[in-house]
């Protein structure tokens, strides 16, 4: 991994295009600015693996077709007979 | 074309009824192609997506808005050029759905919705900026708040109705 060091208010470059601003720096964070062309994507690390993670569990399990779809159809329909 | 799906076995259809995800599904990137098996119930929100690259691959998707009415975001003007978005209603919105051994307890991920131009067959699994949202949303939780705001909303009105009398 490259390591830099920077302070407030100095940025990286990522190619031409992107560029991470640090913008506040506390014992326990720092706040950062992305500049990038609209088309690309930032995400939190944690928030996209969360995603990774839930996208995986849903194509690895078992699809118990009928069984699903029984279970769904109950509980959409099962409060309009309770009325 | 026809494929030999794990979960439906023989399918046939035309080429033009495949979705192309030109950037695949999240952590199946290199998954482009899916078939949509909607249900012959139309009162049954769930739908199916199968990979026509992976025969094996069916995910459990789901319309969000019929147990989150209040759904909502914005898709950003360059998700909509990306999927040649013209019109809303050529868009369909789908929430991935994760179902645990006691099914009840199934979750659709509504931070990173898949949003499908049906006319054009594009999709994309976009990624939301929204705390409001995460990616598993007790779909029986989500139901059971809307019936209650629901019927909330229906007294309240039932009341403001009797009093305008």
């Known amino acids: 991994m490259l390591v830099l060091t920077r302070k407030k208010d100095e940025s990286i470059m990522l190619g031409e295009d992107i560029e991470v601003v640090v913008l506040e720096i506390t014992p326990t964070q720092v706040r950062l600015g992305v500049n990038a062309p609209r088309d690309c994507a930032v995400y939190r690390k944690e928030i996209f693996t969360a995603i990774q993670e839930e996208n995986i569990k849903a194509a690895r399990q078992t699809v118990q077709v009928e069984l699903i779809k029984a279970e769904v159809k109950e509980l959409f329909t099962g409060d309009d007979e309770e009325k | ?165």
């Not at chain 2, 074309?1 to 290199?30: C, D, H, N, P, W």
């Not at chain 2, 459990?60 to 050029?81: C, G, H, M, R, W």
């Not at chain 2, 040649?84 to 009840?104: G, H, S, T, Y």
């Not at chain 2, 598993?136 to 007294?155: D, N, P």
């Open chain 2, 1 to 165: 074309m026809i494929l030999q799906s794990k979960y439906f076995g023989r399918i046939e259809f035309a080429e033009e009824k495949i979705v192309t995800f030109e950037r695949g599904i999240i952590a199946f990137e290199e998954m482009k192609r899916f078939f949509i098996i909607d249900n012959e119930d139309e009162n049954n929100p769930l739908w199916w997506l199968q990979s026509v690259d992976d025969p094996e691959i069916l995910f459990v998707v789901i319309n969000p808005f019929t147990f989150k009415p209040d759904y909502d975001f914005e898709l950003s003007p360059q998700d909509a050029e990306e999927l040649q978005i013209e019109k809303p209603e050529d868009v369909v919105v789908l929430a991935i759905v994760v179902v645990p051994e006691n099914i009840k307890q199934m979750t659709a991920n509504l931070l990173a919705p898949v949003i499908i131009n049906i006319r054009q067959r594009k999709g994309k699994q976009i990624v939301l900026q929204d705390k409001r949202y995460s990616t598993k949303h007790l779909i029986i939780e989500e139901l059971a708040k809307t019936q209650k705001a629901r019927q909330t909303q229906q007294k309240t009105s039932a009341q403001s109705a009797a009093q305008n009398r």
